[in-house]
């Protein structure tokens, strides 16, 4: 594959959506849950997808319920529970497993174009490396996200540009956006 162009995942209703779709676009794939610390990350990603999708902006967000149990719901309940308490209006694909086996082609391949390089520094940082290495220990080798929220940016031809951890300030996620705009 060489590009996110090339994936085909589910939505909610559990059709099948051709990343195809979003050609041309600028890209910030995301994997979420919603009772993560990390959650109330949805603000600041509502609001950039406010301002920016007019300019060829898209988030696509994969709940995902493999780091502590932080995404139980159902796709309707963790639906439901983003546009009422954020408002999210960005595409919500159907819950899926980002590491081990079963994890989806799409962050198999995000992660390996761009792999994890660490939380950071910091007290913050340094406890969620503790609960990412013994949530991962399960999954190997095919540990690709270390844990919610981490952010992969696509730029218009299809490729991964970026990544970036949950630990991230979202003004730096949010000034690589503007420049691949």
């Not at 639906?79 to 408002?87: A, I, M, R, S, V």
């Not at 031809?157 to 970036?164: D, H, K, L, Q, Y």
Request: glycine residues 8%.
């Amino acid at each position: 594959m060489s590009s996110v162009y090339d994936f085909t995942v589910k939505d909610r209703s559990g059709n099948e959506v051709c990343l195809d779709e979003y050609r041309g676009k600028v890209l910030l794939i995301v994997n979420t849950a919603t009772g993560c610390g990390f959650t109330p990350h949805y603000d600041p990603m509502e609001a950039m997808y406010s301002e920016l999708k007019d300019e060829g902006f898209e988030i696509l967000d994969f709940p995902c319920n493999q780091f502590a149990n932080q995404a139980p719901g159902s796709d309707d309940e963790i639906h439901e529970f983003c546009t009422l308490k954020f408002g999210t209006e960005f595409p919500q694909f159907a819950k899926i497993d980002v590491n081990g086996e079963n994890a989806d082609p799409l962050f198999a391949y995000l992660a390996t174009e761009k792999p994890f390089e660490g939380f950071g520094k910091g007290v913050k940082n340094a406890a969620l490396n503790k609960f990412a290495e013994k949530n991962n220990k399960a999954f190997g080798d095919k540990a690709y996200i270390k844990w919610n929220f981490t952010k992969f940016l696509i730029d218009r031809e299809g490729s991964v540009i970026a990544r970036f951890e949950p630990t991230a300030d979202m003004d730096i996620v949010k000034k690589a956006v503007k420049k691949a705009l």
